[in-house]
């Protein structure tokens, strides 16, 4: 029976000929026990790497008091600076008066917000970002980018000569960036196994997406570098 | 490089092309809990998700004809989920328009999925499993890492290890027997 289940674990991983695929589906489908099992192989690649069920948006870190930003795409109106500045806030949740941001406009958010428009726009913009963040996840070489950018004075160098990748001591990422934003207006962040996503609009309308072993802190000085 | 799926389940889909219902039931097993978590993240609804993650591969079956492998197979599965759910978001009628989708084309066995979806359901249990993982030996967990973190094949393993294939082989399913072990014994007999 050991036999069977290892080759069930080979076959997860599509490590099978496809004669041994043909011979364990027969005896897969009669046992509902190797069904179950698989199911728990798929749990575990779920609990072990998969981001979607590690999205930690910044949604999570909000106090209640700013609950009402839970689907929050900020009013165009505010520089992408400023959604940075927000955007940590939100995570150090600070108090949104503090800023200078008056009761009455965080109103007319909450408002703008609530609307079925508003939210139809703000899922359809999660969706293609949920998108986007599989290919950054699924496809090797989709963070392979063609920006070369000196990040010097941030501590990073790229390593040649396979030239994809910045690192400073024991953290590093790969970097890409979007000619849009998405409607992004402030960071968003995945967590994927051990690396971190971080999606980051930036000041001339572009979006940049990190990739790698990097803090939250690090991801925002990369963007104001680039900023900059 | 070989990614997580895009190499690993072509064997399988083109015998679910071919109409192996065997093939696609395995890939059903084997994306279910992804899929659910996804879809329960949208709708925090255990029921709905149930039913979203049905509906979605019953139109994966419909459709993988159409499945080119332009992407990976997880990600094509998880876009029709996303707009299932997204039409569970913005359409009041949901409940109504569920009790219309057609099963014919598939049978797909949802009550086998009880104690993963309850697992699903709290964050806790997948902390859990995370550190434990981190407790395997060093060997097992290289293995494995390798495998589902970096989608490295078994034979890229064996590269990177050192270490003959066939021991590569058993130390993936080394690790995921404990992890089984583990999830039955703490998690699911303590819910």
Do not use: C
């Not at chain 2, 409940?95 to 598939?106: D, F, G, P, R, V």
Request: aromatic share 10%; charged share 25%; hydrophobic share 35%.
């Amino acid at each position: 029976m050991n036999n069977i289940n290892e080759k069930l674990s080979a076959m997860y991983d599509g490590e099978l000929s496809m004669e041994e695929i043909d011979d364990l589906l027969d005896i897969i489908n009669e046992d509902p026990s190797l069904q179950e099992k698989l199911s728990m192989y798929g749990l575990i690649s779920h609990a072990s790497t998969d981001a979607l069920n590690n999205v930690v948006t910044l949604k999570s870190n909000r106090k209640k008091s700013n609950r009402f930003l839970s689907n929050v795409w900020l009013s165009n109106s505010i520089t992408a600076a400023a959604s940075i500045a927000l955007t940590l806030i939100f995570v150090n949740n600070v108090d949104l008066s503090r800023m200078g941001i008056s009761s009455s406009y965080t109103d007319q958010i909450s408002s703008a917000i609530n609307s079925k428009e508003a939210k139809e726009v703000a899922f359809k913009s999660e969706e293609n970002l949920a998108d986007y963040v599989m290919k950054v996840i699924n496809e090797p070489n989709f963070m392979n980018s063609k920006n070369s950018l000196d990040l010097k004075n941030v501590g990073f160098t790229k390593n040649t000569p396979k030239g994809d990748v910045y690192s400073k001591g024991n953290q590093n990422f790969q970097l890409r960036i979007e000619k849009n934003n998405f409607g992004l207006t402030q960071i968003k962040y995945w967590k994927h196994g051990n690396k971190m996503i971080y999606l980051i609009p930036l000041s001339d309308g572009r979006a940049l997406t990190l990739y790698g072993n990097i803090n939250l802190s690090t991801a925002v000085s990369i963007s104001q570098s680039i900023n900059s | 490089m070989k990614t997580n799926s895009n190499d690993s389940d072509s064997a399988l889909i083109e015998k679910a092309k071919n109409g192996n219902e065997g093939a696609f039931n395995f890939l059903v097993n084997k994306y279910y809990p992804r899929v659910y978590a996804s879809l329960f993240s949208f709708t925090k609804s255990k029921e709905d998700s149930e039913d979203l993650a049905q509906q979605t591969f019953i139109k994966v079956w419909q459709q993988i004809k159409s499945f080119r492998g332009d992407s990976a197979f997880f990600t094509w599965v998880y876009r029709i989920a996303i707009n299932l759910a997204k039409n569970y978001v913005v359409s009041s009628s949901y409940k109504k328009q569920k009790l219309n989708t057609s099963i014919e084309y598939a049978e797909i066995d949802i009550t086998s999925f009880e104690n993963i979806e309850s697992l699903l359901s709290h964050d806790e249990s997948m902390r859990e499993i995370e550190r434990f993982i981190n407790t395997m030996p060093e060997s097992l967990k290289t293995a494995f890492t390798l495998r589902e973190s970096e989608g490295k094949s078994y034979e890229e393993i064996s590269i990177i290890t050192s270490t003959p294939i066939g021991t590569v082989r058993s130390r993936i399913f080394r690790a995921r027997e404990s992890i089984v072990e583990f999830m039955q014994k703490e998690l699911i007999n303590n819910e």
